[in-house]
Structures are given as structure tokens and as C-alpha cells.
């Protein structure tokens, strides 16, 4: 049973579950996936915590896993790329492997070839490195918003958290078309929040956009039913 | 922390978390409710249950309980009508307050005097009389489609649960029209399939069509967070 470890926020929980879902190779209710659930959403800010401004999320992490083996999940994921800062600490803990949400999304990346990949995320997903490290050791090198950009998205995630869709999405718009014009080949979607508002995006935009919620839910698919073939 | 019994179809589950997020006051994700959600995809079909056709979903329900108490819920809600028709037997067997969903959805309803209340729901909770049973208590009567009409809302049911959203939207509207052109001042959507296929249905049939998880996800949000007024 898929043990998702969510509430970061609340939403993007809900449109991972949503995506687990419709890659699922299903015609009634009990061909699906089973999963277990934690919409933890009183987890302490991850980002303020990465910058030294917030209280540290581990314990409120480790005791939400806890809870998802108390219900019985046998593999875990984590739709939130910020939290994966505490990945290792996490998968120190417990037996359960936890997949990785970096490894999923190179897992959908083309050839490495001096591929440069876009990467908007959260202030703290780039403070820790997170995507950096992670898609350079499968050979690929991160594009970054600059300063002003950077803050830029981490308003638009902030106002996806409140429900302004709308605002958010012009920015978020605005900022991977700047990726893509400074010559990224992809341009990952490297927080939940951001699938959420950029969700209608249209062509040529939307070809050039890596979903890692998407690519973290086909990964669990393919965990928890090894040889299925992947809906569309 | 709120505890969802849920899988009854999944998408259903996820268009009830939706709604429970969407119904909460928050700015940031720690003011959200927190939820532990079990999708039990693999509980029995209800509605063979109920018909006699098919096994009893009462041990999977039980133990999908057993585990959201594991996890920590302190109340239960149910995003499945039809399993429903067991809940006084998991009452019984939990300290937890399980909220009703026909009681959620008494709530919304206008002023009983008269009124006509339209049900599309499966033929399991057509045949075990939850909404006539529980909507008569409240002063309410039942209209309810004709033996073809409810074989057709069931093939709709059937076509959500398999991802054919468009040719269950077609039956569902003019099932619901149906009921409403022969008196119903209101039409109860009591499958939580049903939503999911009529979401994007317009006025004059909108303004008749009561959302039974609706209902529930305000019912939830009220349990959890008592005396905060409801976003709208």
C-alpha cells in the first residue's frame, strides 16, 4: 500500500493522489492503487527552515511516517520537492524505501548530452541543492531563475497556498518562459504547488514543462504495480 | 484530525479532499485541516452487497477503520454513499464519530414542507433506502427515477469509476432532469461518482443539484474546526 506523506500544502496532496489515479490502469474501483493518506498540513514551512528562518519540520515529517506505517503503507512518497532536504534523514529512519522525487524526474528527461534543464522550485529546493545535485549526478546541468525571479516564484507558490491561482500563474508563466528562453531544453515544474496554477498552459510552453508530481506518481505506479503498463 | 474512509471510487476520494480544502479558511498551509485518508480501493462494490450479488464489504470497511484509528483520526467521514448502509455496524465497533452523509446533506436542504427531494444514487443505496429512510426523519419525501432511469444512473456510476467521464455526464444530466421536470425541488448528486461527472453542468439544472459531497466536506470542516466561519 502507497503511503503518501502529504498536507505540503493540502492541494498539491490532493492533485498527486489525482495523478496516481488517472496513470493507473483501472475499469473499477479495485484495480486502483491502494493508498494511505497523511494531509499533514501543520508540517513546519520547509523553505524557512532550509534559510534558518522557521522551526526545523523533521520531527513533524518523522512523526507523520510513523503514522503512515502505523496504517500499514509498505512504500512511501513525498509530494512536496522541498521536504526531500530531509529525504536521507528520513529513509535513515525506516525500512520502507521512500522514492525520490529528482530520481523520478530524470527518469523522464531526455538524453543528458549537455542538456541544460530549467528548474523552478522553492527558495529553499535551490538553497539545499535539491534538483542540483540530484540531476547532476545523472548528468545534467540546472538552470535557475535569478535573484529577483527566484523571489518572484516563491511569491506565486505562496499565492497558489492561498488559492490565488490566477496571480500565480502569470508569474509562473512569465518565469519558465525565461528558463526556456535562456536555453533550457525542460523546464521542471520542481515544486507541487506549481502543476496546480500552470495546470492550462498552452503550446509551445507547455511541451518544454516537466511535471514532478506527474513523474512521482508514475514512479509510484510502477512501484506498487511492477509490470502494468502505465495508462497514457 | 479528520479521518476519510475513502477509495469508494478514488477519484471520489479526491474530489472530497478538494472540497474539504476548498471549504477551509486558510492563507497558508498550516491553517488546514489535517487529514489521514485511507484509499481502500480494494473494498468490495457495495451496491452487489446490498443486491446480495457480491461479498460483504463490512470486514474491508472495518479494517480500513482500524487503520485510520492506527494513524491517529479522531473523526470519520465517508466519501461513498452506499457504504452508508453500514454505518451503524462501524459506529458500533469506534469511539470515533462517523458523520452521516444523508444527515450533511439534510443540512443543506431548505425548509421540508412539502418538498420533493430528487435522489440519483446506486441501486445499492436506492435498495437499502438510506436517503428515504434518513431524509424522512427530517420531514422529507423521496422521488426517485423509474426502474430503467436507476439502471442508467447506475451505468453512469459505473462509467465514472472507469474514467469515461463524458458519456456518464450525458446520462447523469438527463436523469437529473428528469427527476426535476417531475417535481423535485431539489436533486440529491448521493454517489460520490456523480459530482465528478456533472461538475461542469450548467444553470437552470445547477441551481437544482444538491452535492452530497458537498455536504460532507462542510460537515467535515465544521466537526474539525468548530466556530470558524466556512469559506465559501
Redesign the interface.
Known sequence: MLGVLG?????A??DF??KV??HTP????????????????????RTAAILGEGPDPLPALRATLR??E???ATCIAMPCNTAHHWHAALQAGTPLPILHIADAVADRLGPPEGARIGVLATTGTVAAGIYQDRLALRGYACGLPDTGGQDAVMRAI?LV???RLAEATAILRREAEALAAAGAGAVVMACTEIPVALAAVEDPLRACLVDATEALARACVAACRPGTALAA
Chains 1, 2 share one sequence.
Open positions: 498536507g505540503m500544502g493540502p492541494m496532496t490532493v493522489m489525482e489515479i488517472r483501472a475499469s473499477c474501483d479495485q484495480e486502483h492503487i491502494r493508498m494511505v493518506v497523511c494531509s499533514a498540513a501543520d508540517i513546519p514551512d503514522r503512515l502505523a496504517a500499514g505562496r497556498k492561498a488559492g
